[in-house]
């Protein structure tokens, strides 16, 4: 490793923890919205859930997000605030897979809603003595993959239509059509990616579910499924010399991250700087644009 790899990876460790800092402030008090007590009451977790809950209930739902706008839900603990307005939801939506770590505590509280973990029926790989791979054991990041959102839109539907049996059809179909769109997303992203070359390099470890849906290879900077994990020299010292060896030229940041450790690698390689969403907090799009935006960045990585 030269002199001038070396002073990066120095200057990559004096950085790094700077790089994962949210950029918005966590007053729990911005997304309350008037209560209709006609209306299923549905509190998400966060914000992919939040939007396909609006999608489907539409009208018929008042509809909630619980971790505040622009605050990544990894780092977000719910306050007496939180947990009284949960007490009040029929719903609450999850992702499930150890995401929500908050959830065990609510079950001991006295709460007599719906917790409706929308990862169910979802499979995750399995080795050959049946336990689960390491980089899936633990990674919540099933949204990012289209073909499993759909499962999350019909668990949704299904638990809605189950408590609210008068507007089963409406929840249903809308459900459709929303699943609709996601095949169409699915289609756009298998066709689109078909042809490029199969390995990037991702901020963190989401895109997992992503890339062994689309045969791609995900390399990452920070190797644990939370953005906030440690990057190592060793770390470092591979993702530019694998980045160099497969004529990688895009580093991958994150909307939600400090974008300095991927430049600095990126400049390392002589290459550039993309963002990859993992779509844990609203960016202003929808999950179909914001989607369609991480294909066009990956296209051009990939392409």
Known sequence: MNTQTKLAIIAIAVIIP???????????????????????????????????????????????????????????????????????????????????????????????????DTSNGILVKLDEEGKEEAQHSSDPHIWLNPVYAKSQVQNIANAFSSSDPQNQKYYLSNAVKYIEQLELLDLKIRNELSECNSDFVSFHNAFSYFADEYNLTQHTIVSSNDSHGEVTAKTLENIISTAIQSDIKVIFSEDTVDSRTSEIIANEIGGKVLVLSPLEVSSGGTYISTMKANLENLKEALC
Do not use: C, R
């Open 18 to 116: 700077l790089s994962s800092v949210a950029v918005y402030g966590t007053n729990s008090n911005q997304h309350s919205t008037k209560i209709d007590s006609d209306k299923l009451q549905v509190i998400s977790s966060f914000y992919p859930l939040h939007e396909f809950a609006q999608n489907i209930g539409k009208e018929k739902v008042d509809a909630i997000l619980l971790v505040p706008p622009g605050v990544e839900p990894h780092d977000w603990e719910p306050t007496i605030k939180d947990v009284q307005k949960m007490q009040t939801a029929d719903f609450i939506l999850i992702n499930g897979i150890g995401f929500e770590n908050w959830v065990s505590d609510l079950n001991n509280t006295d709460y007599h809603g719906t917790i409706v």
